[in-house]
């Protein structure tokens, strides 16, 4: 690998990193419900484009400067946010990139019909992850005796339809994005 290939390699996932940043302040308002953000399809973006490593590195970093205190999550930043029942998620994100960067690389997944399904298998290891988070710090931490069920509702109307879609259109900006970046060398 040229040094000129390795540094392109840095600068995506740099600027995936940035791009779940920004995400989290793309938020979409939702009457009677909370808000909705885009970070989950820049997620995806990054597993599908810069593969399993670099996907994961780029959320990596995103995690490290939100922890480290960087208000760059959707509510904020720094070390407390750990207990935020919403963290889980964060962490779901870490792993989907892996995931989707893995399963793609081991297909060979560069179709919207190949990759909708990989987008999709990510989104329910998100929502795994980030229920199982959010029941634990509830009931354990935070003293909050919460069901299962009423977690799992927790997602709905919003959230999983919501990432629904942005699987979907994660899967259709791949394929465009993928053939972009590799006309001009950048993949």
Known sequence: MTTSS??????????FTALIAIGAFLQIPVPYLDYFTLQFLFVVLAGMLLGARR????VSA??????????????????QYVLRPSFGYLLGFLVTAWLVGLLCARTGATRFAQLLPIALAGMVVTYIIGFAYKYVILNAYLGQPTPLG??????FPLDLPGDTVLCILASGLAVRL???LHREGLL
Request: charged fraction near 5%; proline fraction near 2%; include cysteine.
């Open 55 to 58: 996907g994961a590195a780029a």
């Open 150 to 155: 009423v977690v799992l509702l927790s997602a």
């Open 6 to 15: 390795r540094t392109h390699r840095i600068v995506l996932c740099g600027l």
């Open 62 to 79: 995103y995690l490290v400067l939100g922890l480290a205190g960087l208000p760059i999550f959707a509510a904020g930043g720094g070390l």
């Open 178 to 180: 993928r053939a972009a």
